[in-house]
């Protein structure tokens, strides 16, 4: 039920951000490297490297998902009468995300609603990482952000697949292409979500820039001018008495 795949997603991030965080950062999104691109000097030379690795990533992962689970789909598409894995939305929804049906193929929708998640998904990450603000410690911002996921699951998830990650969609969704599924995958044939493919590519990264900047200047510049406020009282503050 959505319960466990919200969960299950967010231990996810958990976990994967707590492994990769001592050697890239815990970059595991390409939204989240092109933000911090643009707002927090990441090098614009590492992107194309990083967004590659995030994409292999998520194409071996779904690789492994489907080596241990293969057993289990063709089980399912064979019960369920579905000729071929083309046919079987349900075993490619293990994979890759697409649209509810209530959006009747129109993807402005799905697009906002990757805008939004993925906004918010990096303005809490900015407050997470700013050390002016109230940042977590003893290193429990993975588990945060891991929390920040299950939330925009539970309340954004159901419109989209809530991919929030472009590689998370796009790593799996190549995978699925070539493993049979077909147009599912590629261009996002079904029976409401022609052409979808790019939506959770081109939403979440943004989205991604939109929320870090709404961080930077509804939060960060509040914060940066209390402490410049901070800094000329320092410096222009008369000695107490018993200071000298």
Do not use: K
């Not at 976990?15 to 815990?26: E, M, N, P, R, T």
């Not at 900015?126 to 996921?149: C, E, H, K, M, Y």
């Amino acid at each position: 039920n959505w319960l466990i795949i919200a969960w299950g997603w967010g231990w996810g991030v958990v976990l994967g951000v707590y492994v990769a965080g001592g050697i890239s950062g815990a970059h595991i999104n390409p939204a989240v490297t092109l933000a911090l691109a643009v707002r927090r000097g990441f090098a614009w030379s590492r992107v194309p490297a990083y967004w590659l690795a995030q994409v292999l990533g998520a194409f071996v992962a779904a690789a492994l998902v489907y080596a241990v689970y293969s057993a289990a789909i063709d089980a399912f598409n064979l019960a369920n009468n579905f000729a071929s894995r083309s046919d079987s939305l349900p075993t490619f929804a293990i994979f890759a995300t697409f649209p509810a049906s209530y959006f009747n193929g129109g993807l402005w929708g799905p697009l906002l609603d990757q805008i939004v998640g993925t906004a918010l998904l990096l303005g809490i990450i900015a407050a997470l990482i700013d050390p002016r603000n109230q940042s977590p410690r003893a290193n429990t911002a993975p588990f945060i952000v891991g929390l920040i996921v299950v939330g925009i699951g539970l309340s954004f998830g159901t419109n989209a697949g809530y991919a929030i990650n472009p590689a998370r969609d796009f790593g799996p969704r190549l995978f699925t292409y070539i493993e049979g599924w077909g147009h599912l995958a590629f261009p996002g044939a079904g029976m409401y979500f022609d052409n979808y493919w790019w939506v959770p590519i081109v939403g979440p990264l943004i989205g991604g820039v939109i929320g870090i900047c709404v961080y930077d200047l509804f939060i960060g510049s509040v914060l940066a001018a209390r402490a410049r406020a901070d800094e000329e009282h320092e410096v222009g503050r008369v000695p107490e008495p018993d200071e000298r």
